[in-house]
């Protein structure tokens, strides 16, 4: 059984990053099993809500999100305050009615990019998916099929475009990657000293899809 809970009272305890709210990212390259991953850290925290970035990006803004995720997101959640945000449809490429997002205790972000340099002042802890962008995008075209294959060879050029000039991996407290029994979450390159920054050594879960 997955077992998260060291992890999960560790970031209950950490301090707030975004007014009352701890702000946890979970980053990667598409197709590296971040959903996954932050259901299972979510459920661990007693079904803390799930900020899913595909969300507030779109057909035409592929990462151009930040201005709405800070408007619509960071800035009531900063107050203490219920955000409001509107999720991309894309199917029917528009934006539905605002969805509520609650100032929980512990909210997770999730996507590709939510290490962000705009994002991480209001983080406080970023998981890296330590899996390479090759490998990720390959999972990916399978999991979304050949009709999907003309969006993928758009996506991985917008993705490899944002990475370079905004990488996350180099400031992500904790790196996360897949074995056969699990989960191995390591330290990341941007944890600092201190035990709070450790907190998820050696946490187990089952594999990702």
Do not use: I
Request: contains cysteine; hydrophobic residues 40%; positive net charge.
């Amino acid at each position: 059984m997955d077992d998260l809970t060291t992890s999960a009272a560790a970031l209950r305890a950490a301090p707030p990053s975004c007014g009352p709210v701890r702000l946890v990212a979970v980053d990667g390259h598409a197709g590296s099993g971040k959903s996954t991953f932050a259901d299972r850290l979510a459920a661990a925290l007693d079904g803390a809500p799930v900020l899913r970035l595909d969300d507030l990006a779109s057909h035409r803004h592929l990462f151009a999100w930040t201005e709405r995720l800070t408007e619509q997101v960071v800035e009531p959640l900063s107050r203490g305050a219920t955000a409001h945000f509107r999720a991309y449809d894309w199917t029917a490429r528009r934006f539905d009615a605002p969805r509520a997002l609650p100032p929980a205790p512990v909210v997770v972000v999730e996507g590709v990019g939510a290490g962000r340099r705009a994002l991480r002042p209001y983080l406080a802890r970023l998981f890296w998916m330590d899996r390479g962008a090759e490998e990720s995008w390959r999972r990916g075209r399978r999991r979304d099929g050949p009709a999907q294959s003309g969006f993928w060879d758009g996506w991985t050029v917008a993705e490899t475009r944002h990475f370079e000039v905004d990488p996350s991996r180099p400031f992500a407290d904790a790196l996360v990657r897949e074995t056969r029994s699990g989960y191995e979450v390591a330290r990341g390159p941007g944890a600092s000293p201190g035990p709070d920054r450790s907190l998820t050594q050696g946490d187990q879960l089952g594999p990702s899809r």
